[in-house]
């Protein structure tokens, strides 16, 4: 008998059949390739024991001056400063009033629900409320009043309702006396994109009765944050939506103010796509905003930069450096993203650079490629000088030119992308394993629930599945950081285990390979053994162990991964431990495939070369 070295390419390739692939892998899921073998991926654990509130579409790490480390996490409903493993809300205030006497009124008997009048809410439902000053009303003490709640309903452009931890006596009592004070923080945004505009576009009762949805308005769409640090402080800001500045020396009891809120403040902008503070400069620099000229209006391909190192002063004068461009191509600005020597502007249709070129323009644009796309404002990642993205059926990377990536699994991954969600998109990036990761929702999810990874030092993709919202890479919090839908945050490659159950459950990596034949698959052969080569040297149990699966086949068959293929003829299932050196088989077909998995607790595993004992077994 012969033994063959089972010698595989590294990546996954799904642009071909299994058969066409030969010597190369298929399918995979939390396995990466290191040095051109694959092995199981890291676990994660919980970064905090507290959830929070809403869906994180962004994540920004930072150490103030006395050596702080804070983490700005943006939510649909929230906007927090981590500081330690506690979530402080620092989310701004829209608006304070006092209400008229008497304006809470109780809905029904037995109930906590409560009816507020105030002529000039600009409500939301969902939005947050924090009452103070009020009185009991009909058994609903004033310590089940005067705290925060969430909006429950918008019954009309005077009224809302809240629903209090109390229970009624009696229904349609008025109440609350005459210092009822109210705290608005700024309108929530959806979890999920709403595409259109006209009745019904929207989701139900966002708005008025029968009012149309309108994208631009930041309450009736996708929240997304961006954010940057102004030396130890912060600047956050909405997509198309306002810009708030938040004091780190004033503690996270302190919520974040708008910018045109503080001392000095002049022409700030009021609506913007994205917020940036030029590193080399100190410039803030905010895209897609209402212009100078026309506060408030806002233009989707304006650009404009406040006055060097001034968070105030936004006027175009001959004496600051504040000014504003405006791009000649494409409909909006998607997003921008800071690499070490410029910025990359990201439109619908086309990229620019943006340097500083000092006085008297401040700043220069150049466009760089046109004909291009990107699948939202968090689909791109800079690394170093070089930045990556995912497309619309592309994945792109520039380095002083743009270029097409060549990936192997391009058609199974757009293919499953659930198109209506792709603003939800969020690439990240690994830098451990020189990898960019993009997590995406999968066809038949609203929500992201699947990655693809590039690794571009191996030049190389791989797949799998994890539902993860936002992405940070390791630096001051020693691990990347993960935002799930679940609303946790994750310490990423950090022990062996899934840590979203409690207690954590075992991870489930598996890879699974093309099919090996004999010749050009005209003859029949027969395995009788399996010599394994693998390392569980990183596992913590003391029985760690994986399975491996021999598939044979008499003919291709393009189906092979499913469990129903009808060319798979046979198949055998051995389990392999540290020291097992071979295990015994009886397998006979035109073409073989191997699978290797695990599915234990603190078990980590990496595969070599594995061998296997064939023999001809004729042509039938």
């Not at 936004?314 to 450096?321: E, K, L, P, S, Y």
């Not at 797949?463 to 993860?468: E, I, L, Q």
Request: glycine share 10%; aromatic share 10%; charged share 15%.
């Amino acid at each position: 008998m012969a033994l063959i070295k089972l010698q595989f390419r590294p990546g996954i390739n799904r642009e071909t059949t299994a058969y066409a692939n030969e010597g190369g892998w298929y399918d995979c899921d939390l396995v990466r390739f290191r040095y051109g073998k694959p092995e199981s991926m890291g676990g994660w654990t919980p970064f905090s024991n507290s959830t929070f509130l809403g869906t994180t579409r962004s994540l920004m790490p930072w150490t103030a001056l006395d050596g702080t480390t804070y983490l700005g996490m943006g939510t649909n409903l929230k906007y927090y400063a981590v500081k330690g493993t506690s979530f402080y809300d620092i989310t701004p205030i829209r608006e304070t009033a006092t209400l008229g006497a008497n304006p809470l009124q109780t809905q029904a008997a037995a109930s906590g629900v409560l009816i507020v009048t105030d002529a000039t809410h600009g409500c939301f439902v969902n939005d947050f409320v924090t009452i103070s000053g009020a009185t009991a009303v009909s058994g609903i003490t004033a310590a089940q009043i005067n705290t925060e709640h969430q909006i429950v309903s918008v019954l009309t452009s005077n009224t809302y309702t809240i629903n209090t931890a109390g229970s009624a006596v009696a229904a349609a009592v008025s109440g609350g006396g005459s210092a009822v004070a109210v705290a608005y923080q700024i309108n929530t945004g959806l979890d999920t994109s709403v595409y259109g505009t006209g009745w019904g576009a929207g989701p139900w009762s966002r708005g008025g009765w029968g009012s149309s949805a309108t994208v631009t308005v930041s309450g009736a769409q996708l929240r997304i944050w961006s954010q940057d640090n102004f030396g130890e402080d912060l600047l956050m800001a909405v997509h198309d939506g306002g810009v708030y500045y938040w004091d780190t020396s004033a503690g996270v009891a302190a919520r974040a103010v708008s910018l045109a809120s503080l001392p000095g403040a002049t022409l700030t902008p009021t609506v913007v796509k994205q917020v940036i503070v030029s590193e080399r400069d100190r410039h803030v620099i905010v895209f897609g905003c209402d212009p100078e000229a026309t506060p408030g209006v806002q233009d989707p391909l304006v650009i404009r930069f406040s006055d060097q190192e001034s968070l105030t002063d936004w006027q175009t004068t001959a004496n600051n450096t504040a000014g504003e461009l405006r791009l000649g191509s494409g409909s909006e600005i998607i997003g921008a993203v800071q690499t070490k020597q410029q910025i990359i502007v990201f439109t619908d249709v086309s990229i620019h650079a943006m340097q500083y070129i000092g006085p008297p323009y401040t700043f220069g644009v150049q466009e760089v490629s046109s004909g291009i796309s990107i699948m939202g404002p968090n689909a791109m990642v800079a690394i170093g000088d070089v930045v990556f993205w995912m497309g619309k059926g592309e994945f792109y990377v520039y380095s002083g030119s743009v270029a097409q990536i060549p990936c192997d699994v391009k058609e199974y991954v757009f293919n499953d992308i659930n198109t209506n969600q792709t603003l939800k998109i969020n690439a990240g990036h690994n830098g451990s394993f020189s990898e960019v990761w993009w997590f995406y929702p999968s066809s038949d999810s609203s929500e992201n629930d699947s990655y693809v990874v590039y690794n571009y030092d191996q030049k190389i993709w791989y797949y799998g599945a994890m539902p993860r919202t936002a992405w940070v890479d390791r630096g001051t919090l020693g691990y990347p950081i993960a935002a799930s839908p679940d609303n946790y945050l994750y310490y990423q490659e950090n022990g062996l285990n899934d840590g979203s159950n409690n207690p954590p459950t075992a991870l489930s990596p598996y890879i699974e390979s093309s099919v090996v034949d004999i010749g050009e698959g005209d003859q029949f052969m027969f395995a009788s053994r399996v010599i394994p080569d693998i390392t569980f040297r990183n596992s913590t149990s003391q029985s760690a162990s994986a399975t491996f699966t021999i598939k044979a086949r008499n003919f291709p068959g393009d189906d092979f991964i499913s469990s129903d293929a009808t060319s798979v003829t046979k198949t055998a299932s051995v389990p392999v431990e540290q020291f097992t050196d071979q295990v015994f088989i009886r397998l006979r077909g035109r073409s073989m495939s191997i699978r290797v998995e695990s599915n234990q607790t603190n078990t980590a595993w990496r595969l070599g070369d594995p061998r296997l004992d064939v023999r001809t077994d004729g042509r039938r």
